[in-house]
T-cell receptor, first 115, second 112 residues
Framework: GENVGLHLPTLSVQEGDNSIINCAYS??????FIWYKQESGKGPQFIID?????DKRQGQRVTVLLNKTVKHLSLQIAATQPGDSAVYFC??????????????FGKGTMLLVSP | EAQVTQNPRYLITVTGKKLTVTCSQN?????MSWYRQDPGLGLRQIYY???????DKGDVPEGYKVSRKEKRNFPLILESPSPNQTSLYFC???????????FGAGTRLSVL
């Protein structure tokens, strides 16, 4: 597979456990956040997004929590399955000094799920 | 099926030999972008395009060119590849630079 996982923090869990993957962002003006999943040999896939006027958003087996006070984002995966093994990374809609914004990607966390 | 298609998926070339990686999307997206992904560095944007004939540099544009003659296509051109351009490349598209970006499967490039 692709070596995108090198040098990444790793979270190892057992199948059936809940997983929590964290992401810190730096720009308090960022107003939109996305979580992506990247499996070995594939491109990043959209999982879930959240706007800054929300604290929580739920999808199927996934929940994203946004804490604007400490500039922290988390992805919770319920009943983790081996198929959830991948690199997960967050993206924020970050504003530059010029006033333009663009999606900026974090480096990611590798999730390893053992049966 | 909505998708972003990159070709080729794997490419080995030699220093200085011009190459083009193609990217096509069928979602009628205005925004398209190229990234490179390297261990420990994450996704870094090379170039992006807000619409046809509108392109701009990202964070790491040196050594790359792009064109956007049609809405669906956004090829990445390496006029004279060098070994430091060995990387995993992704094309992405979205409604705008601020929205969800949908990624292709990637192109693994090795420059010898």
């Amino acid at each position: 597979g692709e070596n995108v996982g090198l040098h990444l923090p790793t979270l190892s869990v057992q199948e059936g456990d809940n997983s929590i993957i964290n992401c810190a962002y730096s720009n308090s003006a960022s107003d939109y956040f996305i979580w992506y999943k990247q499996e070995s040999g594939k491109g990043p896939q959209f999982i879930i997004d959240i706007r800054s006027n929300m604290d929580k958003r739920q999808g199927q087996r996934v929940t994203v929590l946004l804490n604007k006070t400490v500039k922290h984002l988390s992805l919770q995966i319920a009943a983790t399955q081996p198929g959830d093994s991948a690199v997960y990374f967050c993206a924020e809609n970050r504003y530059s000094n010029s006033g333009y914004s663009t999606l900026t990607f974090g480096k990611g966390t590798m999730l390893l799920v053992s049966p | 099926e909505a998708q972003v298609t990159q070709n080729p998926r794997y490419l080995i070339t030699v220093t200085g030999k011009k190459l083009t990686v193609t990217c096509s999307q069928n979602m009628n997206h205005e925004y398209m972008s190229w990234y490179r992904q390297d261990p420990g560095l994450g996704l870094r944007q090379i170039y992006y395009s807000m619409n046809v004939e509108v392109t701009d540099k990202g964070d790491v544009p040196e050594g790359y060119k792009v064109s956007r003659k049609e809405k669906r296509n956004f090829p990445l051109i390496l006029e004279s590849p060098s070994p430091n351009q060995t990387s995993l490349y992704f094309c992405a598209s979205g409604l705008s630079r601020r929205n969800i970006q949908y990624f292709g499967a990637g192109t693994r490039l090795s420059v010898l």
